[in-house]
């Protein structure tokens, strides 16, 4: 079974700065996707950004990028340039490769994150 | 159209109601799951189904019953609910060969 593990229940930023928020999971899987989901306080979840196991380039996604570390079995989420709009809940989750009908989204806990202006 | 839409937005029932969300999207997905969401809390995974048939059922009690009527509908029916069923259901879709997962904006549901 896999697990993902977020260590931070809340962080805060302030608007412009850069935060990062950490994820670890453990597997033994080989070939997976890794993931980080926004969901702002309106509770729509959207996906933020996305990573290929097999990919050793970490992913970016304009002001969103990644930082995978795969024999650590870590993946952070960098935000650049914070803005109010950033603040929400963000979840890492992990999900087995190749699975069809049977793909499952392991989430973690989460993190709230504060942006100040 | 790259939206998943849930209907309707909040929901209160008593205990002994019936009660049905709805889930659709147009995107061609063949891979539609519903979650239930607590406060500050992670989605747990509910029910998957797959080309309309049902390929994952999280020992969901028997009164959340899904329903799969067409590729693009996926329903939830409750029945007899608890107060602890309270939550936030959320749907989502997947397309075939994708991996990411899309999420509707949820049914804030309240079982009094």
């Known amino acids: 079974a896999q697990t993902v593990t977020q260590s931070q229940p809340e962080m805060s930023v302030q608007e412009a700065e850069t935060v990062t928020l950490s994820c670890t999971y453990d597997?033994?899987?080989?070939?997976?996707?890794l993931f980080w989901y926004k969901q702002p306080p309106s509770r729509q979840m959207i996906l933020v950004i996305r990573?290929?196991?097999?990919?050793?380039q970490n992913a970016t996604e304009n002001r969103f990028s990644v930082n995978f570390q795969k024999a650590a079995k870590s993946f952070s989420l960098k935000i650049s340039d914070s803005q109010l709009g950033d603040t929400a809940m963000y979840f890492c989750a992990f999900m087995k490769q190749n699975t069809g009908a049977n793909s499952k989204l392991t989430f973690g806990k989460g993190i709230t994150l504060s942006v100040r202006p | 159209d790259t939206e998943v839409t849930q209907t309707p937005k909040h929901l209160v029932m008593g205990m002994t109601n019936k009660k049905s969300l709805k889930c659709e999207q147009h995107m061609g997905h063949r891979a539609m799951y519903w979650y239930k969401q607590k406060a500050k809390k992670p989605p747990e995974l509910m029910f998957v189904y797959s080309y309309e048939k049902l390929s994952i059922n999280e020992s969901v009690p028997s009164r959340f019953s899904p329903e799969c009527p067409n590729s693009s509908l996926l329903n939830l029916h409750l029945h007899a609910l608890q107060p602890e069923d309270s939550a936030l259901y959320l749907c989502a879709s997947r397309g075939q060969g994708r991996d990411e997962q899309f999420f509707g904006p949820g049914t804030r549901l309240t079982v009094l």
């Open positions: 597997t033994s899987e080989s070939n997976y996707y």
């Open positions: 990573q290929e196991a097999y990919k050793q």
